[in-house]
């Protein structure tokens, strides 16, 4: 009988954010695939869990896959955990998913806090449509790459980004996208969580000045729509339009004075 395949989310900072039924699925299961053992070790030890653990990592992930799948084909179950949040999000996690898929290994989800999620509620900038664009890569080319085709992007903007590399980040936004609102969020449930509101400029005055400690999710907003700006001119186009189609000049100026900031007496002159 084949095994099962378990994505266990672990706790983002604080411990005590470990579900009761993620506990229970890491007691069950036969073996757990970890992006470090080491830092898996010291969930487990703080659980009192004894657990044979297999590294799997970026790159390990091909080569390691083949022998957890093996394994799970075999009949043992399998939890895979990452340092800390869901597995598979920006992360090797995926290949693996994708590989059980394949082979037609049973995937369940053991949910649990996901820092881009848990960073948006916190941030307070828009939230009804956002995409989750991970870390930017280290390639120039394909970092521009990246920013070039968010440049028009109106959606609230996710990102993750390291402490060593957030003020070049921040350069290259505001490079590409300009000044706009970014939120800055760091150390999420932990001790020192903090959210900075700021505005791109500000930011990386900021860190230019102090040195960024712990991860950071960067919350930053997307593209506004430019706001025309209306002329006498261009209402009376509009006004001459209706008069055209056979209304009345007196009706046509009353009907667009109001939906412009324009007076009726003004359109209605323009038109005679």
């Known amino acids: 009988m084949t095994g099962i395949l378990y994505i266990v989310g672990t706790p983002i900072g604080n411990l005590g954010d470990l579900s009761p039924r993620a506990l229970e699925t890491l007691e069950r299961v036969d073996f757990i695939a970890a992006e470090d053992t080491r830092v898996t070790l010291k969930l487990l030890n703080h659980f009192g869990i004894k657990k044979e653990m297999v590294s799997y990592f970026e790159h390990n992930k091909r080569e390691r896959g083949e022998v957890i799948t093996a394994r799970i084909l075999n009949g043992e179950s399998c939890a895979i955990v990452t340092d800390a949040g869901m597995p598979a999000i920006s992360d090797p996690g995926e290949d693996l998913v994708k590989l059980c898929h394949e082979l037609g290994i049973k995937v369940e989800a053991v949910p649990g806090p996901t820092a881009l999620a848990t960073a948006l509620a916190l941030s307070g900038m828009e939230s009804g449509r956002f995409t989750f664009e991970g870390f930017l890569s280290v390639s120039k080319k394909s970092r521009r790459e990246h920013l070039e085709e968010l440049e028009n992007e109106k959606r609230t903007m996710i990102f993750y980004e390291a402490p060593h590399k957030l003020v070049n980040t ?55 729509k430019e706001k025309q700006t209306l002329t006498l001119e261009d209402a009376v186009g509009m006004a001459r339009k209706l008069v055209e189609d056979g209304m009345s000049i007196n009706n046509a100026a009353k009907e667009i004075a109001a939906s412009t900031p324009f007076k009726k007496g003004d359109i209605y002159k323009a038109l005679l």
């Open 170 to 224: 921040l350069s290259d936004f505001y490079s590409h996208f300009g000044e706009r609102k970014i939120a800055l969020v760091r150390e999420i449930t932990k001790i020192h969580e903090e959210v900075i509101n700021t505005t791109l400029s500000e930011a990386i005055d900021k860190y230019s000045e102090e040195k960024p400690k712990g991860e950071f999710v960067l919350i930053l907003e997307g593209k506004k």
